[in-house]
Antibody, heavy 121, light 111 residues
Framework: EVQLVESGGGLVKPGGSLRLSCAAS????????MNWVRQAPGKGLEWVST????????YYADSLKGRVTISRDNAQNTLYLQLSGLSVEDTAVYYC??????????????WGQGTLLTVSS | QSLLTQPPSVSGAPGQRVTISCTGT?????????VHWYQHLPGTAPKLLIY???NRPSGVPDRFSGSKSGTSASLVINGLQAEDEADYYC???????????FGGGTKVTVL
């Protein structure tokens, strides 16, 4: 079955760090750029980060730049997101999503169910 | 505030047609970037509904359709069904941000 399964969320104190994981299966992981997208409570979707298929290039939303690192292990078919300096504003469900190229731009054709990160003292 | 503007909610009776608008700027939709649409039920994985303005992935019913014109795009649901009650998001790339941006989302309620 083609799927993405996130894990690693939980309750973290402000200023803390956490690493999220996303296990991919059912498709050739190393052929696809991958992304993290988050949704804060009561808010819409927000793109967080992208990593290219081989891991050479990474991109980050300005709101998280300097506090987040995306990485991948193609041998293990796993995507990661390391977050640090967490604040309550980082409380959200974090989704991993597979990227596809459109004629002009790109989109996300496969999503995981998400993992909840709660930042609270 | 999202760079892509959607109405917070739309509603319709079963069988009716509803339209969700997505208004962008000259930096995203107006710059020629394709618009894509997602259906999201809280607690579940978002689902790609329309890609490349008007293309449906395999398995998406043909009562969902998309269009784009100028700096705006629309998602139309024909023959609204109870199972269509969900949140819908548009998405496009933004030239200024050099990143993907989403609309704020529209909640569809089936009356």
């Amino acid at each position: 079955e083609v799927q993405l399964v996130e894990s690693g969320g939980g309750l973290v104190k402000p200023g803390g760090s956490l690493r999220l994981s996303c296990a991919a299966s059912g498709f050739t992981f190393n052929l696809h750029s991958m992304n993290w997208v988050r949704q804060a409570p009561g808010k819409g979707l927000e793109w967080v980060s992208t990593i290219t298929s081989g891991g050479r290039y990474t991109y980050y939303a300005d709101s998280l730049k300097g506090r987040v690192t995306i990485s991948r292990d193609n041998a293990q078919n796993t995507l990661y997101l390391q977050l640090s300096g967490l604040s309550v504003e980082d409380t959200a469900v974090y989704y991993c999503a597979r990227r596809e190229l459109a004629d002009v731009g790109d989109y996300f054709d496969l999503w995981g169910q998400g993992t909840l990160l709660t930042v609270s003292s | 505030q999202s760079l892509l503007t959607q109405p917070p909610s739309v509603s319709g009776a079963p069988g009716q047609r509803v339209t969700i608008s997505c208004t962008g700027t000259s930096s995203n939709i107006g710059a020629g970037y394709d618009v894509h649409w997602y259906q999201h039920l809280p607690g579940t994985a978002p689902k790609l509904l329309i890609y490349g303005n008007n293309n449906r992935p395999s398995g998406v019913p043909d009562r969902f359709s998309g269009s784009k014109s100028g700096t705006s795009a629309s998602l139309v649901i024909n023959g609204l069904q109870a199972e269509d009650e969900a949140d819908y998001y548009c998405q496009a790339r933004d030239r200024g941000l050099r990143a993907s941006v989403f609309g704020g989302g529209t909640k569809v309620t089936v009356l």
